[in-house]
């Protein structure tokens, strides 16, 4: 196994005392000291600590990101012209993220509003076109009666918001294993808009 470079230790390290504690709640020297290291060493890899909480963010967003795109490339290919097959791959891949690393998914839920101006208006920007994706297939769903008449906006905010929950609660140690926690969010949500 391939031993993780300092700054990703650093990271790792400051996503779990983030979501432990907040952002607000940790200091470089809580990271120093989880990494048994001087809080002035820190500074030779890092330049600050939101530039440590830019670099977990950025990096789930990224993942975020990528896991939809490719979601959404194999629904399409399964199952063309299907917006609940769509939906649901995009959710299994929203989970899936969430689930891999809790840490790093529950700082970029929970905390990225801490980032300095510039970088929360481009998280927000980047977090809008995501959750586009989700709106569309719900609208597409919409269109062709598979879901219910709703607000596609309402829709995919409450749908995101019940689904990012999992940051807040899941235990890879816990009763079920990640892809029956996927299972179950995918049947939720498509049940939520379905048109019964």
């Given at each position: 196994m391939v031993e993780p470079t300092r700054r990703q230790a650093i990271e790792d390290v400051a996503s779990e005392l983030f979501r432990?504690?907040?952002?607000?709640?940790?200091?470089?020297?809580?990271?120093?000291?989880?990494?048994?290291v001087q809080g002035a060493s820190l500074y030779a890899h890092v330049t600050s600590k939101e530039d440590v909480l830019w670099a977990i963010v950025d990096r789930?967003?990224?993942?975020?990101?990528?896991?939809?795109?490719?979601?959404?490339?194999?629904?399409?290919?399964?199952?063309?012209?299907?917006?609940?097959?769509?939906?649901a791959a995009l959710v299994r891949a929203h989970v899936d993220v969430l689930t891999s690393d809790v840490d790093a998914a529950g700082v970029f839920v929970h905390e990225w509003r801490a980032l300095?101006?510039?970088?929360?208006?481009?998280?927000?920007d980047r977090r809008d076109a995501y959750e586009a994706r989700f709106r569309r297939r719900i609208e597409d769903g919409i269109?062709?009666?598979?879901?219910?008449?709703?607000?596609?906006?309402i829709a995919t905010s409450t749908l995101?918001?019940?689904v990012n929950g999992v940051a807040g609660w899941?235990?890879?140690?816990?009763?079920?294993?990640?892809?029956?926690?996927a299972d179950?969010?995918?049947?939720?949500?498509?049940?939520?808009?379905?048109?019964?």
């Open positions: 432990e504690r907040g952002y607000a709640g940790t200091s470089i020297r809580d990271i120093a000291r989880a990494l048994a789930a967003a990224t993942r975020f990101e990528a896991a939809a795109t490719a979601a959404e490339a194999a629904a399409d290919a399964d199952r063309p012209g299907d917006p609940a097959e769509a939906l300095a101006p510039e970088h929360r208006q481009a998280i927000l269109a062709v009666g598979a879901f219910a008449m709703t607000d596609p906006g995101l918001s019940a899941y235990d890879p140690n816990g009763r079920l294993p990640a892809a029956r926690v179950h969010l995918v049947e939720l949500s498509i049940r939520m808009i379905a048109n019964a």
